[in-house]
């Protein structure tokens, strides 16, 4: 079992930044590859990115790309995503979730979630 609390969201205005954080319990943290998505309201939960166990590969949303990074630190059992030039269209509950063995950019492959922190964009 896993456990995931996601922290960090909060009101931003376009052009600005925010690093999202999520901790995981469970000794077993590293063996696991850990996504970051996203929910707007009225639409569906989208993928934004996901980290390999090692961290040694990362792959991204193409709405995000080249402004998100994912980063993990196991020793903390924390993975992180940092937002930068953030715009309205990034407003939404974003959740960190976890899986094993295949990476993957599907939601219901996903094996454990957070509850999700709110990010709201200002124009």
């Known amino acids: 079992q896993v456990q995931l609390v996601e922290s960090g969201g909060g009101l931003v205005q376009a052009g600005g930044s925010l690093r999202l954080s999520c901790v995981a319990s469970?000794?077993?943290?590293?063996?696991?590859?850990m996504g970051w998505f996203r929910q707007a309201p009225g639409k569906e939960r989208e993928f934004v990115a996901y980290i390999t166990w090692s961290g040694s590969s990362t792959f991204y949303a193409d709405a995000v790309k080249g402004r998100f990074t994912i980063s993990r630190d196991n020793a903390k059992t924390t993975v992180y995503l940092q937002m930068n030039t953030l715009n309205p269209e990034d407003t939404a509950v974003y959740y960190c979730?976890?899986?094993?063995?295949?990476?993957?950019?599907?939601?219901?492959?996903?094996?454990?979630w957070g509850q999700g922190t709110q990010v709201t964009v200002s124009s």
């Open positions: 469970g000794r077993t943290f590293s063996s696991y590859i």
């Open positions: 979730a976890a899986k094993r063995r295949v990476v993957s950019t599907t939601a219901y492959e996903y094996d454990y």
